[in-house]
Structure formats: C-alpha cells, structure tokens
C-alpha cells in the first residue's frame, strides 16, 4: 500500500507563475490536509477537506487554492506564486476527522522554492 | 489563538533517557499527539493522550496533564536512529491539529 503520495518532490518556480501540488491517497480515508513547514514555525495548516466535494480555510490560506473533486485527490494551487510561499509543503489524510483521536498520516513532501 | 511551545534543541547519549516537554494553551482540548519526524522525511505519528497520566510503547512514553496545559514525550535507552525532530500537537475545540515547532534530539554515541 503505498499510502499518500506527493508529487513533484520538489520543484523551483519563477515568481508569478501558478503551479499545483498534487496529492493522492490510497486509504479511502475521508479527510485530507495541506499544511506548509517552514524552520522555525512547525507545521501550518492551509486548507482541509473533511469528506469529497467539501473545503475549509486553514490558519494560512491566502494566495493557496484547493478542491476535492473525489475522495482520493486534493491538489493544492499556487495561481501566481511569490518568495514568501518558499516552504515544504506535507499533504495528510485522517479517517475520522470530528473524533479526538483521529490520527493523520502524512505524505512524503514537496520541496518548493519560489524565485 | 493556539500557543505550544517545546524545546528547540536537545543532545543526549546513546543509551541515555531523554525527555521533551510540550506546553500548550488551546482553544478546547481534545487530544495530544506526538510525532516522529526525521530529517527530509515526513512526519510519523508516535503518541495520542487524551486523559490524564503515562501512556507506553516500548521505548517511548508520552504523559498528559490537562490542568496543568502539560505533555511530555520520554524517549528511554537512547539509539542513534532516535535522533529526529519530535513535534507535540494538540487538538483544539475546532478538532484541526496545532503543531509546536519541533524539538530536535540528536544521539552522540
């Protein structure tokens, strides 16, 4: 099982430019996250999807699109991308997401450099 | 808002205990999790206290206070391969997870 997948891992972008991050998941889990790790700051969330069709703003949203077209995929859009969104970018997915004890899983990284 | 602090560095010797305290003051509580994060690799989950007192697996320990907005993850009989970050999380009344910024422990032999 190959769990959550990322791609690409990793890719250097020119300011201005869009790009989309993709995640998949192969655990029929309900919930997906996308979070940025930056030194310093621990893990942020940007967007989550609790179950397919529906999102929901993170702590840092802006400039960051999402959508959950099925259960398996949430791709993350940068549409015009700027310095500041240099980062490593971990997708996630949990089973449960209204439980306490939902654990989430998290995907390999994409490292993300913005020129 | 959320607030989490843990120590940014800790060293330790191969064979030695190590732990690493985490300090939360949430909005709501509704669990604490630890995770495991080697360098350039992804997180992986370690621990989830919810209740009050010790939880152990094997090697590691995690221990929950709530009155008292207090974890702490005990990492025992140090291997080198323990050398990572560990980031503390707390699940808030809005049942998102709040990470701290990660302790990093590195195992001298």
């Known amino acids: 099982t190959a769990g959550i997948t990322q791609a690409p891992t990793s890719q250097i972008l020119a300011a201005g430019r869009s790009m989309t991050l993709r995640c998949t998941q192969d655990?029929?889990?309900?919930?997906m996250y996308w979070y940025r790790q930056d030194l310093g700051l621990g893990l942020r969330l940007i967007h989550y999807?609790?179950?397919?069709?529906?999102?929901g703003k993170g702590e840092v949203p802006d400039g960051y699109s999402v959508s959950r077209a099925n259960t398996d995929d949430f791709p993350l859009t940068l549409a015009s991308a700027v310095p500041s969104q240099t980062s490593v970018y971990f997708c996630?997915?949990?089973?449960?997401?209204?439980?306490?004890?939902?654990?989430?899983?998290f995907g390999p990284g994409t490292r993300l450099t913005v020129l | 808002g959320q607030n989490i602090d843990q120590p940014t560095e800790m060293t330790a010797t191969e064979g030695a205990i190590v732990q690493i305290n985490c300090t939360y003051q949430?909005?709501?509580?509704?669990?604490l999790f630890w995770y495991q994060q080697h360098a350039g690799e992804a997180p992986t989950f370690l621990s989830y206290?919810?209740?009050?007192g010790l939880e152990e697996k094997g090697r590691f320990s995690s221990f929950l206070s709530r009155s008292k907005g207090y974890s702490y993850l005990l990492l025992k009989e140090l291997q080198m391969k323990d050398s990572a970050s560990y980031l503390c999380?707390?699940?808030?009344?809005?049942?998102?997870?709040?990470f701290g910024a990660g302790t990093t422990v590195t195992v001298r032999a």
């Open positions: 996630a997915s949990s089973d449960s997401p209204g439980r306490g004890s939902d654990t989430q899983y």
């Open positions: 655990m029929r889990h309900n919930a």
């Open positions: 999807s609790n179950t397919a069709g529906t999102t």
């Open positions: 999380a707390v699940r808030g009344d809005d049942y998102k997870l709040s």
């Open positions: 206290n919810v209740l009050d």
């Open positions: 949430t909005s709501g509580f509704n669990g």
